[in-house]
Nanobody, 125 residues
Framework: QVQLVESGGGLVQAGGSLRLSCETS????????MGWFRQVPGKERDFVSA????????TYADSVKGRFTISRDNAKNTMYLQMNSLKPEDTAVYYC??????????????????WGQGTQVTVSS
């Protein structure tokens, strides 16, 4: 079974930065659209950002636009999320996800087929 493994979470002060990674051993990585979502206890999983298979198309939630940058390195089977100017409201478990579907709603968790285990990001004020 294919695994998506997130890393890079941690505790950071407001205004700081973190870079999350999502790695897979699947060599068909470039065939998948990839996304980042986040979730806090008791709430739904929220869209953060997504990227096309080749990396030419990216999309962001309004709440992170201008602060977060999504990217991918298909040679390394890895996706990244560079998070700058972090705010306490960015605190959540961050998940990466992937899909091979042609037509998706980028922000819809149900359109993604495989998920990682999540990594905790905590931003202190």
């Amino acid at each position: 079974q294919v695994q998506l493994v997130e890393s890079g979470g941690g505790l950071v002060q407001a205004g700081g930065s973190l870079r999350l990674s999502c790695e897979t051993s699947d060599r068909t990585f470039s065939n998948y659209k990839m996304g980042w979502f986040r979730q806090v206890p008791g709430k739904e999983r929220d869209f953060v950002s997504a990227i096309s298979g080749g990396g030419s198309i990216t999309t962001y939630a309004d709440s992170v636009k201008g602060r977060f940058t999504i990217s991918r390195d298909n040679a390394k089977n890895t996706m990244y999320l560079q998070m700058n100017s972090l705010k306490p409201e960015d605190t959540a478990v961050y998940y990466c996800a992937r899909t091979r579907r042609v037509y998706i709603q980028w922000q819809q968790p149900d359109d993604y087929d495989d998920w990682g285990q999540g990594t905790q990001v905590t931003v202190s004020s």
